[in-house]
T-cell receptor, first 112, second 114 residues
Framework: DGGITQSPKYLFRKEGQNVTLSCEQN?????MYWYRQDPGQGLRLIYY???????QKGDIAEGYSVSREKKESFPLTVTSAQKNPTAFYLC???????????FGQGTRLTVV | AQKITQTQPGMFVQEKEAVTLDCTYD???????LFWYKQPSSGEMIFLIY??????QNATEGRYSLNFQKARKSANLVISASQLGDSAMYFC???????????FGQGTRLTINP
């Protein structure tokens, strides 16, 4: 079955540590996105990428980094520079024409 | 400036009634797309419906239809014959630009009452 897989589902991080969230898709989609969602809020765009080895900052990129070495994969690193990283992180992908866009199940990150 | 505006933070509707969720957007790109998603309490984002800016007819998917008024930059979601399982957050989103960018509104929390 085609889809988007995010792992892990839950992640706990100590303050000052970097953590990497995984996002893999087998839909042959070109574009991939990372969003942050805080409780009761909408989705805010962190980074997005339409082709391999190229990506753009979204609205809240500070404290985050990404890579796009393969079409199928778009990992997000939450760095120690991110002041308030506790949130729900969602990854999405869309086709070349932008007529479909699907999401992974999300990763809940908690700083302890 | 807000690209996607959802003006209804919460809505309460009786079961079996139709409901309209509002969404207005702002773009200067002639080619764009509009999406609606449902997010139940589990957190997953469920795709509901898509409308392209060049599509002549309003999109429909089962009980969901999109009331697309291009001149007014409006893309309201209509759910016919609402069910208890429709209770969730609903998000409107717009895809625009090259590279593609997908941005979301703040959402509307829909509650269906029995």
């Amino acid at each position: 079955d085609g889809g988007i897989t995010q792992s892990p589902k839950y992640l706990f991080r100590k303050e000052g540590q970097n953590v990497t969230l995984s996002c893999e898709q087998n839909l042959n989609h070109d574009a991939m996105y990372w969003y942050r969602q805080d409780p009761g809020q909408g989705l805010r765009l962190i980074y997005y990428s339409q082709i391999v080895n190229d990506f753009q900052k979204g609205d809240i990129a500070e404290g985050y980094s990404v890579s796009r070495e393969k079409k199928e994969s778009f990992p997000l690193t939450v760095t120690s520079a991110q002041k308030n990283p506790t949130a729900f992180y969602l990854c999405a992908s869309s086709n070349q024409r932008g007529t479909e866009a699907f999401f992974g199940q999300g990763t809940r990150l908690t700083v302890v | 400036a807000q690209k996607i505006t959802q003006t209804q933070p919460g809505m309460f509707v009786q079961e079996k009634e139709a409901v309209t969720l509002d969404c207005t957007y702002d773009t200067s790109d002639p080619s764009y797309g509009l999406f609606w998603y449902k997010q139940p309490s589990s957190g997953e984002m469920i795709f509901l419906i898509y409308q392209g800016s060049y599509d002549q007819q309003n999109a429909t998917e089962g009980r969901y239809s999109l009331n697309f008024q291009k001149a007014r930059k409006s893309a309201n979601l209509v759910i016919s014959a609402s069910q208890l399982g429709d209770s969730a957050m609903y998000f409107c989103a717009m895809r625009e630009g090259t590279p593609q960018k997908l941005v979301f509104g703040q959402g509307t929390r829909l509650t269906i009452n029995p």
